[in-house]
């Protein structure tokens, strides 16, 4: 082994902390906190999708659909991971960005921590409508359920699960820094 490679190998590893969910879960918010609370950045990945884009996410689906809305969500994601240095980090995805398996490989390859938000379906639901947010896939509760249903085992791959039910922003915040012991 040479000691380039040695060197790398020694180098402490990011303590990232990717957020993951169904919309409604609360990512951005925990996510916030969550930084604040740490001291660590906090970044939402909508967020800079829309900067790199210039469009919204809803303009985005509507004028170029969802497939393209994948791609660019993809090409955002391996930025944000090669950008990860030694600086910890929380960063929230997308609803749908951890169900997609080339960005749950490239998560797991980089080694960083990701936080399954869940909580009843009828909850998140009602905490979509009551955000107000524009969102391109939640139509009625039917349909909501069954993405919810075929994404669940995904998000399960996750390293952590959080049940967000009838919890607070900081209550489930808290669960998160103790479970990961941060
Ligand atoms: C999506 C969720 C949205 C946003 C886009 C697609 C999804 O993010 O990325 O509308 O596929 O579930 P939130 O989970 O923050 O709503």
């Known amino acids: 082994m040479n000691s380039r490679a040695s060197v790398r190998e020694c180098a402490p590893k990011t303590q990232a902390l990717f957020l993951v969910g169904f919309m409604g879960a609360g990512k951005s918010s925990v996510g916030e906190f969550l930084g604040q609370r740490l001291g660590w950045p906090f ?12 469009r919204s996410i809803e303009q985005i689906f509507a004028e170029s659909g969802e497939h393209f ?11 944000v991971v090669e950008e990860l240095g030694t600086t910890p980090r929380v960063i929230a995805l ?18 960083v ?7 009843s379906v009828d909850e998140l639901f009602r905490r979509c409508q009551d955000q107000g947010r524009p969102r391109p896939l939640r139509s009625d509760l039917e ?11 995904h998000y399960l791959s996750a390293s952590l699960r959080v049940d967000t039910s ?16 941060l």
């Open 143 to 153: 349909l909501f359920r069954k993405l919810y249903d075929a994404r669940r085992e």
């Open 94 to 111: 997308g609803g749908g960005a951890f169900a997609q398996p080339e960005n749950i490989e490239l998560l797991k390859s980089a080694g």
């Open 69 to 79: 809305f994948r791609r660019i969500e993809h090409e955002a994601l391996c930025t």
């Open 113 to 119: 921590a990701t936080v399954f938000l869940d909580g």
């Open 43 to 54: 970044e939402d990945l909508d967020v800079r999708i829309q900067q790199r884009d210039g």
């Open 166 to 181: 009838a919890k607070t922003v900081e209550a489930v915040a808290n669960e998160v820094v103790e479970a990961l012991g």
